[in-house]
């Protein structure tokens, strides 16, 4: 299976923190981000990248809550809001980074993640299996409710470039179903199980369901379960500014790693924000 591992290559020299250098500077880092919550700030120009003509918004939490149907999935109420067919990172020197959980939701892992996340009130993406979603929606809505972003991971977690169009299909749309029967939010981003998907296919999957095809920048390999603190370091180095970090939910070692992580990653200088929030800032800064 072809994924990418950049945490094979060890990179021993630690980042330099990243500083926030001018008030202007951190005046666009709110207004980008409020802009994205549809949050009013002053100073601050509303633009149509992250408000669409229906005052609607492209992010996670409060403002993507739909009407609680299981209507077919749309593209994204802001339209060009997520240009690209995919993200393994985003481009921006500004000091964010997105932390992702798949597989999930878990019984007793996930509920440790959330608790370690809210301590910290630190905000995450998590890309659910179905077959979970429907297991445990009161997890789905904990997540939701403490402000995450839900993506879609598809119904069984299969290998996509092995799949027919309609199989795709299928995949996607009852696991869009699933997501927003339970939580009444319906996602707008997807990554593909193992990372396996064709050019094609996102090209397909953008334009059917409007979800861009996130990867990642840094993977930690932590499903190989190297302990707590080899994961740890492996987010740590790899951590950058517009970064996507991948970790998985359902492994309890992950879990472990992830308070070290945290903390090493904010004393970076770096702050955590969702997959759509980090798309916000594509080419800004
Ligand atoms: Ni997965």
Not at 215 to 225: A, G
Not at 241 to 263: K, Q, W, Y
Request: overall charge positive; proline content about 8%.
């Amino acid at each position: 299976m072809k994924v990418t591992r950049l945490s094979d290559k060890p990179k021993h020299r630690r980042q330099p923190p990243f500083t926030v250098k001018t008030v202007t500077q951190i005046s666009q880092h709110l207004c980008i981000l409020t802009g994205a919550l549809a949050l009013p700030l002053s100073g601050c120009k509303t633009t149509q990248s992250s408000v669409d003509n229906r005052g609607e918004v492209y992010v996670a939490g409060a403002s993507q809550r739909g009407n609680g149907s299981t209507a077919a999935p749309r593209p994204p109420a802001a339209a060009g809001y997520a240009p690209k067919e995919s993200y393994s990172k985003v481009q921006t020197s500004l000091p964010f980074v997105a932390l992702t959980f798949d597989d999930g939701p878990h019984p007793s892992n996930t509920p440790r993640l959330l608790d370690i996340l809210k301590a910290r009130d630190v905000k995450a993406t998590f890309f659910v299996v179905g077959t979970n979603v429907k297991r445990y929606p009161n997890i789905m809505r904990r997540i939701i409710a403490e402000g995450h972003e839900i993506g879609n991971h598809t119904v069984s977690h299969g290998n996509m470039t092995k799949m027919s169009s309609a199989q795709i299909e299928r995949e996607l749309t009852t696991a869009h179903q699933s997501i927003q029967a339970a939580t009444g939010v319906a996602p707008r981003i997807m990554r593909p199980p193992y990372g396996a998907i064709t050019s094609s296919q996102k090209s397909w999957i953008k334009q059917k369901w409007g979800y861009p095809s996130i990867m990642w920048s840094v993977d930690p390999q932590d499903w190989k379960k190297p302990g707590a603190s080899v994961v740890t370091s492996r987010l740590v180095n790899g951590a950058k500014p517009g970064g996507i970090l991948l970790v998985h939910d359902i492994h309890s070692p992950s879990i472990d790693a992830m308070p070290g992580t945290i903390d090493q990653i904010l004393r970076k200088g770096l702050q955590f924000v969702t997959v759509s929030q980090l798309i916000a800032l594509d080419g800004k800064g």
